[in-house]
């Protein structure tokens, strides 16, 4: 038994937090390997984390500091591109893609496509250009709202981090039992495409061609993650609450014109950001409980 518990010894909330997604992963893959292609270097890259994170622990153990503690907090963060964009390779392992069911939600509230109208309705360059800056802030929202709570407001980087990585983990899992793939990936190809700006259309452009994957449509993970980020600012560093706000809003708004998300994506994004920052908060709490 004491063996055991050494195992565990020294990892962080946020240690354990990714441990329990890798596990999970792992598990599932394991389980539908006969309905997954190539699913050793997933396996591996999770044999790898295990590997990365105890390490860790010990070396924070013998060389404490706090550029070690930094790089640990930061570790999952830098991982949520990666666990983000496999989701595509498991998210029609049990159901097929929902789409049809999304796209038709949206055409019964409005009567027709949102996500294909409200481009074609403001086509305008410098409309466009607002829009793709407020979803190309998004890639750096993650890192900000982490690092600036880190910066002014340190004590509570640890519970900030844990709360930013569950949250991430559980629409990771979302999108892996409900397969949406949005709008962009689920009509015509010929039809999906967004009017030009002048330099951030290209920047999303270019992220999405490096880390964008049919999967995690609804609810939308910008949406929620955003709301999240305002609630952590909201609480613990007020000052970049207050300029975070307009890109959000612009945020949610962008979702629907670069055809990424379906209407009802955005409102199931912020219908369900408070209710998995609970979830998060409950997990953080009980797990310090048992520290």
């Known amino acids: ?23 999970f992963t792992f598990l599932f893959i394991v389980f539908f390997s006969w309905k997954l292609d190539n699913i050793f270097p997933h396996l591996a890259f999770r044999m790898g984390v295990f590997i990365v994170v105890f390490l860790l622990a010990r070396l924070s153990e013998k060389y404490p500091s706090e550029l070690m503690k930094l790089f640990r ?32 939600l949206d055409e019964r509230i409005f009567g027709f496509q949102p996500s294909m109208m409200f481009s074609a309705a403001f086509p305008q360059a410098w409309f466009s250009e607002v829009i793709h800056f407020g ?3 998004y890639y750096f929202l993650t890192v900000f709202t982490c690092l600036l709570i880190y910066l002014f407001n340190r004590k509570y980087f640890e519970y900030t981090v844990f709360i930013v990585s569950a949250s991430f983990f559980i629409y990771y899992l979302i999108f892996i039992f409900f397969p949406v793939v949005g709008p962009q990936y689920y009509f015509p190809a010929d039809s999906v495409g967004v009017p030009s700006g002048y330099l951030f259309d290209k920047g999303v452009k270019m992220a999405q061609q490096m880390g964008e994957a049919p999967t995690g449509a609804f609810p939308s993970s910008h949406v929620g993650m955003s709301i999240i980020f305002l609630i952590l600012l909201f609480k613990y560093y007020r000052k970049a609450f207050f300029i975070t706000i307009p890109l959000t809003i612009i945020l949610c708004f962008a979702t629907v014109y670069i055809k990424a998300h379906y209407f009802v994506d955005v409102i199931a994004g ?7 920052f609970l979830i998060s908060d409950k997990l953080f709490r009980m797990q310090k409980k048992n520290e």
């Open 1 to 23: 038994m004491k063996a055991g518990c050494n195992i565990f010894k020294g990892l962080t909330l946020i240690d354990k937090a990714t441990l329990l997604y890798a596990s």
């Open 73 to 104: 907090g930061f570790l999952p963060i830098w991982l949520l591109s990666y666990w983000y964009g496999e989701t595509a390779y498991m998210n029609t392992v049990i159901f097929d893609k929902f789409d049809p069911l999304i796209s038709q």
């Open 135 to 137: 979803y190309f802030s």
């Open 270 to 276: 912020l219908i369900s950001a408070p209710l998995i």
